[in-house]
């Protein structure tokens, strides 16, 4: 495996399991947010975010983290590997939360400091009925062709990392 998307909605574990393959398997990451976004919560223009995503996966390593749907089939076709982190929304949404009370607030990208607004609450809460059916429909495509992970739970993310070689 030399490129690795990860993929889930937010407060699913996508960085800590960016994290824990890069550990592992010395892959760099790629988080797409940073890539994104703009000071202020800007987004590019969808011509400009597809070239910046054609440029990426163009990479010969990479674990990337992050989902973007209308560019998630570019993504798809590049990668070796495919992990989908198919939490339950409660627990991604208790996670965020946990992590902005007990963590500092951080930057996600250059002049983004990470939020916690009802706007994205409510794609959390909706991922599941929205996002999820197009990522598990394209990830039938997929299917035979790349390797594909679909982990449910922190425990199972645990236990897939244990069965990963130690290095490359």
Known sequence: MKRILVIGS???GK???SEELHKILHLPIIR???HYWRPGWVRPEHDEWKKKIKDLIQKDEWIMDGNYQPTLELR???ADAIIFMDTPR??????????RLTKPKTEIAPGCVER???KFMSYIWRYEKTQRPKII?????YKGEKEIYVIHSKKEMWSFLK???KSF
Do not use: Y
């Open 163 to 165: 069965t990963l070689p």
């Open 32 to 34: 797409l947010d940073e």
């Open 137 to 141: 429909k394209l990830l039938e495509k």
């Open 76 to 78: 798809l076709s590049r």
């Open 90 to 99: 409660l627990v991604c949404i208790i996670r965020l939360i946990k992590r």
């Open 10 to 12: 937010g407060g699913a």
């Open 116 to 118: 916690l607004d009802r």
């Open 15 to 17: 960085s800590t399991v």
